[in-house]
């Protein structure tokens, strides 16, 4: 079946970058939308941007245009999320999860990648 | 801020019925644009609960339900249960700013 499987727990400090992974399995990755959304402690899913696998086409929320980098590896069935100039408020869970379309639900989620930031 | 509002708790007692609303705009639900919610339990990743407005995922209960008008949408839930308890978020597609997916503040529904 789909699944998504993220990368590890990060802890970095402020002013640093991380980037985190979401592995695809079970359906052809170049057929949907992959984004990636976060989750701040105790606070509401926050969208942060999509990726078309097929074309490495990307969209950013405004609130994260100049620091986030989405981008996607084919032959390894794998999308990436680099968020840069880390400061505390970035603390958070992100979550990979994939639609039909950019309109459509978001039916398969990863199980999520605890990001800490510290100074 | 979300873009979509939703009330912060709603709750009930076990058998009841609640609904949660999620208000959005011309940009947004008022659009046509589909909503669709989430259920998280504490601890871990959010889970489709409804697509498209109405649709259930399989697996869902139908003592869920979805409906749609205007500029809001309502998530029911009919004879509430203990593993009810969890958070709810609508989220749907905003025509602005060069597209965006959007979501709500979330609701958290306590079953007393």
């Known amino acids: 079946q789909m699944q998504l499987v993220q990368s590890g727990a990060e802890v970095k400090k402020t002013g640093s970058s991380v980037k985190v992974s979401c592995m695809a399995s079970g359906y052809t990755f170049t057929y949907r939308y992959l984004h990636w959304v976060r989750q701040a402690p105790g606070q509401a899913l926050e969208w942060m941007g999509w990726?078309?696998?097929?074309?490495?086409?990307?969209n950013y929320a405004q609130k994260f245009q100049d620091r986030v980098t989405i981008t996607r590896d084919r032959s390894m069935i794998t999308a990436y999320m680099e968020l840069s100039s880390l400061r505390s408020e970035d603390t958070a869970m992100y979550y990979c999860?994939?639609?039909?379309?950019?309109?459509?639900?978001?039916?398969?989620w990863g199980q999520g990648t605890l990001v800490t930031v510290s100074s | 801020q979300s873009v979509l509002t939703q009330p912060p708790s709603v709750s009930g007692a076990p058998g009841q019925r609640v609904t949660i609303s999620c208000t959005g705009s011309s940009s947004n639900i008022g659009a046509g644009y589909d909503v669709h919610w989430y259920q998280q339990l504490p601890g871990t990743a959010p889970k489709l609960l409804m697509y498209g407005n109405s649709n259930r995922p399989s697996g869902v209960p139908d003592r869920f339900s979805g409906s749609k008008s205007g500029t809001s949408a309502s998530l029911a839930i009919t004879g509430l249960q203990a593993e009810d308890e969890a958070d709810y978020y609508c989220?749907?597609?905003?025509?602005?700013?060069?597209?965006?997916?959007?979501f709500g503040g979330g609701t958290k529904l306590t079953v007393l």
């Open positions: 990726i078309t696998p097929f074309n490495g086409n990307t």
């Open positions: 999860a994939i639609s039909t379309t950019v309109t459509t639900e978001f039916d398969y």
């Open positions: 989220q749907s597609y905003d025509s602005s700013l060069s597209g965006r997916g959007v």
